[in-house]
């Protein structure tokens, strides 16, 4: 059963699939640092082992992205994450990350990853620690008692 959370100004996150805007994911990514030149072909088959998550507008237009590469149980990697240029500014990052880190099916993942060269400051906010090699990786890592004694 798809997970949708209803923010306050009426935003919806979601891991329902069947909502996920396949050309607007493809053509936002496409602009972005990290994607630029990636085929639709790659960016479907990216999809494939992760869990997706559609930002959406109170009108029901996409509005933002992200993907979680992740076994459901210690490990994931987050990717992907952007929010649509006219939404920026008003706190929907936050509160698709928040999202992510607080989905049930990933209650037990102890150790988080990212890569991202502009969002630090982002991230740093939710215990994200820059890498000390190479400062674009960030990791996050749970105390495996707290996160094995979570729900299922």
Same mark, same amino acid.
């Given at each position: 059963?798809?997970? $949708?959370?209803?923010? *306050?100004?009426?935003?919806?996150?979601?891991?329902?699939?069947?909502?996920?805007d396949m050309e +607007?994911?493809?053509?936002? @990514? #496409?602009? #972005?640092? =990290?994607?630029?030149?990636?085929?639709?072909?790659? $960016?479907?088959?990216?999809?494939?082992?992760?869990?997706?998550?559609?930002?959406? /507008?109170?009108?029901?237009? *996409?509005?933002?992205? /992200?993907?979680?590469? %992740?076994?459901?149980? +210690?490990?994931?990697?987050?990717?992907?994450? +952007?929010?649509?240029?006219?939404?920026?500014?008003?706190? @929907?990052?936050?509160?698709?990350?928040? %999202?992510?880190l607080r989905h049930?099916?990933?209650?037990?993942? $102890?150790?988080?990853?990212?890569?991202?060269?502009? /969002? !630090?400051?982002l991230y740093t906010?939710?215990? +994200?620690?820059?890498?000390?090699?190479?400062?674009? =990786?960030?990791?996050?890592?749970?105390? !495996?008692? %707290? /996160?094995?004694?979570?729900?299922?």
């Amino acid at each position: 059963m798809p997970h $949708t959370v209803t923010l *306050p100004d009426g935003h919806e996150i979601s891991d329902d699939r069947a909502r996920l805007d396949m050309e +607007f994911v493809h053509a936002s @990514l #496409a602009d #972005a640092y =990290w994607a630029r030149g990636r085929s639709r072909d790659l $960016t479907e088959r990216s999809w494939a082992h992760c869990l997706c998550l559609g930002l959406y /507008a109170p009108n029901g237009a *996409p509005a933002g992205f /992200a993907r979680v590469l %992740t076994d459901y149980t +210690f490990r994931a990697h987050l990717a992907d994450v +952007f929010i649509r240029p006219a939404s920026r500014g008003l706190g @929907l990052g936050v509160a698709l990350v928040d %999202t992510i880190l607080r989905h049930p099916e990933l209650g037990t993942v $102890t150790h988080w990853t990212l890569t991202t060269a502009d /969002a !630090q400051e982002l991230y740093t906010r939710f215990g +994200f620690r820059r890498s000390e090699a190479d400062d674009r =990786w960030m990791t996050r890592t749970l105390a !495996q008692s %707290t /996160a094995w004694d979570a729900p299922a």
